[in-house]
């Protein structure tokens, strides 16, 4: 047995250490039959972190044994228990902090807070024990290293003190983690930058069609797009006006606004963007596709799992905590095809595939439709929780119970552990079944899941047999509240009256409310899921003619929105009912053969950093008309953002502050998010002389992915020029869109400043680019020198910053030395003089020779 010790490679530290405690048992004199227990000695420790410490900062105090007990393992044999520790404060008070059971390897971690500056001891206490096989955590008594230790003792002990100073000053972490970035950013997020999660998100697509999770697509973490910049687009299919011979009308466009067809079903994770590919029809399944967030760029195609017709189901990022390791894993979930919207039928299965690199891991048998949540309060967080009524009971299905499993070694439990591999059975699954009620008051009932929350699941019954648009009462319905943890029952049934054969449906639950919305009247009630008990209502809301055909809401930030076809939306206190604010966009025009711009429902919406996102647009009804993709602030009801955009049923999904939505006008995938830009500046002549001026020149483009991707280059060769935040719909939809270039688009703020030979840092001024990007100022610099200037474009809610820099040397002025101008005047004045005396010496000669001449010929003639 010891030389099999020796030689055998374990992996992790417990094991290790519970191997040398039995190897160091080995080598104890053989006991005799009469004799077959022991006193084994033990030795404990304290250590403080950080020593000294800031007055009330956190310590971490560990009280750690030398070894394992000898016959510890991970879920049995024996721990050290009843461990005290004993803290004497700066004025001698005692606080003893206890008992405490060991782990595994025999330790224990625990935080301490001083409250006075000065010295504190710390001390820890073991009483010893008669080791049985037996702890609180114990999973299996029946398995144990070294049962024939059974009734040995272990002796107890008490560490040495150890002194603990705390100061005024606080003591600061010698690493620092990063602030969150004001400028463009990447996956993946360095493990040590705690404080950049609130940036990064995800989106699970946890229910049929895409959709978040089972309570609808209301994203809880990271930021939303602001304006209507589009960093990227990518096509699904042939999209648009199909060219001659067939018309181009507003009926002709390649197949785009479909109920049966779900074009687009996202799931992101880890700044990957996954979807199914599909071939005209949903159960033409073309493959796989993973697409880089932020760029566009096509990381991998895959075959659709290993049947090759499977669709992407939905995503999961599990967070496994267990003695051994830590960390998490992002799965990928596939489904076969069958069923409508995604659901698959009871005896099918899920495919589960690493999302890094689409290998299968694991698949699940028998599974039940349904849809799920996701667990983030549990140590396991990012359980897949799954909750169905089915034979009379209502289920709660956990992933994390499925995939635990009990770590054996030599036929002994080491440890409970958790990993996603393997064949497994669905009900294998199921954390409790809880038996639902069959009556009330003598009459029989049938309740099913209305709506799932994290806190409580609502089961209810629409009370009558006829059926009229498949959502009208006779006038009641039952409802009943189980706890979504544990499956207790927490209110109900009650059977509650209802406006008898209205259309009144359930439109939003989350956060303690439902709502419920009655489509003939256009009217909401509010109710609880604490209690059950109707809170206020009916709330009159807006609405036309229009706003009888659909409707749907959301619940968040306490609040409902509803919004329905005739293109109201409206927001209601869930607390008191009261209509805080309703927004409509009002009459259409021609824009539409409604007059209004209808919002439909389904997928198309989504919540997310304060924002509500809504797409217009009737998906089946012919013409196709201009509708818009747009967010309203949730807070006043107000327009944040629009821009041309239908997205048919498809959900839009909101992950690392890019909002990435599927539009009917070119079936092409639109991702809208803050986008990294470039700044440039020079100037020509960078040396002159004191006194002269320079021209600064330069540019600011939006350097997104879509600037370089084709359609896009080729038209702006030189750059993408950015553009002010109020500019940014028309600008967008000229550059992707092929609509009309705006004529009065205005570009974004340059500010200027220029750094002295000393590093000093000084105020210049500020200019705007034109539609070009372009930017040029004139400046004359103040005195001789060098100078740095730095153009900075300090960034928008559609852009990150950017700024650049360039450098002009100053020289001395001109000379301008007066005496020599005027000596040369005098000297030019001297010129003239002896040329006027040369000047009329040679007409005198001309004069006198003339006069010779003159007498000569007289002469000659006598």
């Known amino acids: 047995m010891e030389k099999l010790y020796c030689k055998t490679k374990l992996s992790t530290i417990a094991l290790i250490l519970v191997l040398t405690a039995s190897a160091t048992i080995v080598a104890l004199p053989a006991a005799t039959a009469q004799d077959s227990t022991y006193e084994f000695p033990t030795f404990l420790f304290v250590t403080l972190a950080p020593n000294p410490v800031g007055l009330n900062q956190i310590v971490y105090v560990h009280a750690i044994f030398s070894r394992p007990t000898p016959t510890a393992e991970g879920f049995g044999g024996d721990y050290y228990e009843n461990v005290t520790i004993e803290i004497v404060d700066t004025s001698g008070s005692k606080t003893v902090l206890g008992p405490y059971l060991t782990g595994m390897t025999g330790g224990i971690s625990i935080t301490y807070t001083p409250n006075q500056v000065g010295e504190y001891t710390f001390q820890a206490f073991y009483p010893g024990e008669i080791l049985d096989l037996t702890n609180p955590n114990d999973r299996n008594p029946e398995r144990g290293w070294n049962r024939h230790l059974i009734g040995s003792r272990l002796l107890p002990t008490e560490s040495e003190k150890v002194t603990l100073t705390v100061q005024e000053e606080a003591v600061e972490a010698p690493y620092q983690t990063p602030p969150p970035p004001n400028e463009y950013w990447t996956r993946p997020i360095y493990s040590t930058n705690w404080d950049w999660g609130e940036l990064g998100a995800n989106w699970f697509g946890l229910t049929s069609g895409g959709k978040y999770d089972a309570t609808g697509n209301v994203q809880l973490y990271g930021t939303a797009p602001n304006t209507a910049h589009i960093m990227w687009t990518k096509s699904t299919h042939f999209g648009g006006q199909p060219g001659a011979p067939i018309p181009s009308d507003q009926t002709s466009q390649y197949s785009s606004t479909s109920l049966v067809i779900s074009y687009f079903e996202p799931i992101i994770l880890n700044g990957i963007l996954y979807y199914t590919k599909f071939a005209g029809d949903s159960s033409l399944v073309v493959g796989w596709e993973a697409v880089d967030l932020r760029t566009g760029e096509t990381l991998w195609t895959k075959p659709a799992g290993v049947t090759g017709r499977e669709t992407l189901r939905m995503g999961q990022i599990l967070r496994v905590h267990n003695e051994q390791e830590f960390g998490s894993w992002a799965y990928l979930y596939s489904s076969p095809p069958g069923g409508v919207g995604g659901f698959t039928a009871s005896g099918s299965w899920y495919g589960i595939y690493d999302a890094m690199t689409c290998t299968l891991v694991a698949n699940i048998t028998n599974i039940v439709g349904t849809n799920f949540l996701m667990d983030v309060e549990g140590n396991q967080k990012g359980s897949l929780l799954g909750y169905y009524a089915s034979g009379g009971k209502l289920n709660m299905w956990n992933s994390t119970k499925l995939f635990s499993y009990a770590e054996e070694y030599m036929g002994f439990i080491i440890g409970l552990r958790t990993r996603t591999y393997g064949t497994k059975n669905w009900t294998d699954g199921i954390q409790w079944s809880v038996p639902l009620p069959t009556e ?23 009370g009558g047999s006829l059926i009229w648009q498949g959502v009208n009462t006779e006038g009641w319905h039952i409802t009943a509240g189980y706890d979504a943890k544990t499956g207790a029952l927490l209110w109900g049934p009650i059977n509650q009256t209802l406006p008898p054969l209205e259309d009144t449906a359930l439109v939003a639950a989350r956060d303690g409310y439902y709502v419920l919305h009655n489509k003939d009247r256009k009217q909401a009630y509010g109710y609880s899921l604490v209690n059950g008990q109707k809170l206020w209502g009916p709330v009159q809301l807006e609405g036309n003619a229009w706003s009888s055909i659909h409707r749907d809401g959301e619940i968040a930030y306490g609040k409902v929105y509803i919004w329905d076809v005739g293109g109201y939306v409206s927001a209601i206190n869930l607390e008191t009912g009261e209509v805080e604010w ?10 539409t053969p409604f007059g209004i711009y209808p919002i439909f429902g389904y997928n198309a919406h989504s919540i997310a950093d304060g924002k509500l996102f809504l797409s217009e647009g009737i998906m089946y009804t012919p013409p196709l008309s201009p509708s818009y993709r747009f967010a309203i602030n949730c807070t006043d009801g107000s327009l944040v953002w629009e821009i041309l955009h239908y997205s048919s049923t498809q959900v839009g999904a909101i992950a690392d502050g890019y909002l990435v939505t599927w539009n009917s006008f070119d079936n092409q995938l639109y991702s809208f998010g803050k986008g990294p830009t470039e700044t440039t500046v020079s100037i020509k ?69 220029w750094v002295d030979s000393e590093g000093g840092w000084h105020d210049l001024d500020r200019t705007t680019t034109d539609m070009s990007g372009s930017f040029s100022y004139l400046w004359t610099p103040p005195a001789e020198g060098k100078y740095t200037i730095v153009a900075t474009f300090m960034g928008s809610e559609g852009y990150y910053a ?61």
């Not at 000297?827 to 040369?838: A, F």
């Open 582 to 591: 309703t927004f409509t966009r009002g009459s259409a025009g021609y824009d």
């Open 440 to 462: 009330l008051n003598g009459n029989p009932i049938s309740l099913s899941i209305a709506a799932t929350t994290p806190e409580v699941i609502l089961l209810r019954q629409v």
């Open 685 to 753: 002549n960078n040396v002159i002389s004191q006194g002269s001026s320079v021209l600064i020149e330069g540019t600011i483009t939006d350097i997104s992915a879509g600037s370089e991707q084709e359609g896009v280059i080729e038209r702006f060769p030189h750059g993408l020029p950015a553009v002010a935040d109020e500019c940014m719909k028309e600008w967008m939809e000229y550059v992707y869109m092929q609509q009309a270039i705006p004529g009065d688009a205005t570009g974004v703020e340059v500010v200027f400043n």
């Open 802 to 862: 950017s700024y650049a820099e360039t450098a002009v040397a100053v020289g001395p002025a001109a000379e301008t030395n007066l005496e020599p101008l005027e000596s040369s005047v005098g000297s030019l004045e001297s010129s003239v003089s002896n040329l006027t005396t040369y000047i009329l010496a040679v007409l005198v000669l001309v004069v006198i020779a003339l006069a010779i001449a003159v007498y000569s010929l007289l002469k000659s003639r006598k």
